[in-house]
């Protein structure tokens, strides 16, 4: 089973539309599913990922070929194009460094949006997601994934760029869990 962890629905919808996933709901969460694939909608910031990441562990048995993948947006500097899909293998937050792949790129877990260039790839849920995935022993592949959205540019992010984002690059974020 995939199981995907995204904030807002708007960087769910791909999935949605692409896999046919059917709504339902676990616990206060929603949820879109089909026989491969488990969606849950977190909510912002890094406890709502938290919760809902452990939500889908407690709520479901693990097996050794489950992923969890965390899927969103992200700002990031200028270096990095728009529609950009990258993987992250490192996370900074409040002042702590967790890398769990060093060929991957690094990325700043934030509590509010960021409308000023900052020197690193930005967003708000990464951390809570890989906390709850790391305490547990059973999960053997997870992984982060962000598509650029802005360069710091947070007010022109809308719910259709955001789907078109994510959908722009679907397949290739399937690859990527597979592995």
């Known amino acids: 089973m995939l199981y995907i962890v995204s904030a807002l629905k708007p960087e769910a919808q791909a999935f949605v539309d692409k896999y046919k996933l059917q709504k339902s709901k676990l616990q206060n969460y929603t949820l879109f599913q089909n026989n491969n694939i488990t969606l849950i909608l977190s909510g912002i910031g890094v406890t709502n990922a938290r919760l809902a990441t452990q939500t889908l562990i407690n709520h479901f048995d693990i097996s050794d070929d489950d992923v969890y993948l965390n899927v969103g947006i992200c700002a990031a500097p200028c270096k990095h194009s728009?529609?950009?899909?990258?993987?992250?293998?490192?996370?900074?937050?409040?002042?702590?460094?967790?890398t769990f792949d060093t060929n991957k790129h690094a990325l700043t877990c934030i509590d509010k949006e960021a409308a000023t260039e900052q020197n690193s790839i930005v967003d708000m849920e990464s951390f809570g997601f890989y906390d709850a995935v790391?305490?547990?022993?059973?999960?053997?592949?997870?992984?982060?994934?962000?598509?650029?959205?802005?360069?710091?540019?947070?007010?022109?992010?809308?719910?259709?760029?955001?789907?078109?984002?994510?959908?722009?690059?679907?397949?290739?974020?399937?690859?990527?869990?597979?592995?």
């Open 82 to 98: 728009i529609g950009e899909l990258i993987e992250i293998g490192a996370i900074s937050y409040r002042n702590t460094d967790y």
């Open 134 to 179: 790391i305490h547990n022993p059973a999960i053997k592949k997870f992984h982060i994934l962000k598509v650029v959205s802005d360069h710091f540019q947070p007010d022109i992010i809308t719910k259709e760029y955001t789907k078109s984002l994510l959908f722009n690059v679907i397949d290739d974020i399937n690859r990527v869990s597979l592995y």
